[in-house]
């Protein structure tokens, strides 16, 4: 095992530039610089040249990251691509289901959630405050939060709609 003392300054003195030269392969940078260093702590043996055994694990750290970044990256476009819309056009709407789809993914996650939970799941506030592990309060500030940003991203007035599962109804 290498000497506590010798890891600190490796650490203190290489992670920075171990950090820039990982960046040029992968966005993880401080994760690979990190899996190097523990993989050299736990080594049972200390390497005759550390820092130079350092640059190559980070550099085949951050390669492998890298690509592993860039094949996941594609899978999600592709799923994306092939996956269906959040909404399927209605004749007659006045939304456009992908400007609604890219509104409403804008909002915050917490009011997103609740909105799709509670309009297209069809779940109760009482139910999306224990599935989300908050009070239903909680839930119906978020969902009304979430309303009238969508109202105002869309550019659509208030006047209250008859249909409970129409995005912009208050209710």
């Known amino acids: 095992m290498i000497d506590p003392e010798l890891l600190g300054r490796l650490i203190d003195r290489h992670a920075p530039a171990l950090e820039l030269y990982a960046?040029?392969?992968?966005?993880?940078?401080?994760?690979?610089?990190?899996?190097?260093?523990?993989?050299?702590?736990?080594?049972?043996?200390?390497?005759?040249?550390?820092?130079?055994?350092?640059?190559r694990v980070v550099r085949n750290g951050a390669v492998n990251a890298g690509i592993a970044s860039r094949r996941r990256k594609r899978h999600e476009e592709a799923a994306a691509a092939n996956g269906p819309a959040w909404f399927q056009p209605d004749a007659g709407s006045e939304f456009d289901p992908d400007i609604v789809q890219v509104t409403l993914a804008s909002l915050p996650i917490e009011q997103r959630e609740v909105i799709v939970a509670h309009l297209w799941g069809g779940l109760s506030f009482q139910e999306i405050a224990e599935l989300v592990h908050?009070?239903?309060?909680?839930?119906?500030?978020?969902?009304?939060?979430?309303?009238?940003?969508?109202?105002?991203?869309?550019?659509?007035?208030?006047?209250?709609?008859?249909?409970?599962?129409?995005?912009t109804n208050p209710a």
């Open 134 to 167: 908050t009070s239903r309060s909680s839930v119906h500030r978020r969902y009304q939060a979430g309303i009238v940003t969508l109202r105002e991203l869309m550019g659509v007035s208030c006047p209250a709609r008859s249909n409970p599962k129409d995005p």
């Open 23 to 55: 960046r040029q392969w992968c966005g993880s940078a401080e994760d690979v610089v990190q899996e190097a260093f523990v993989r050299l702590a736990v080594l049972e043996t200390t390497p005759e040249n550390p820092v130079a055994w350092l640059f």
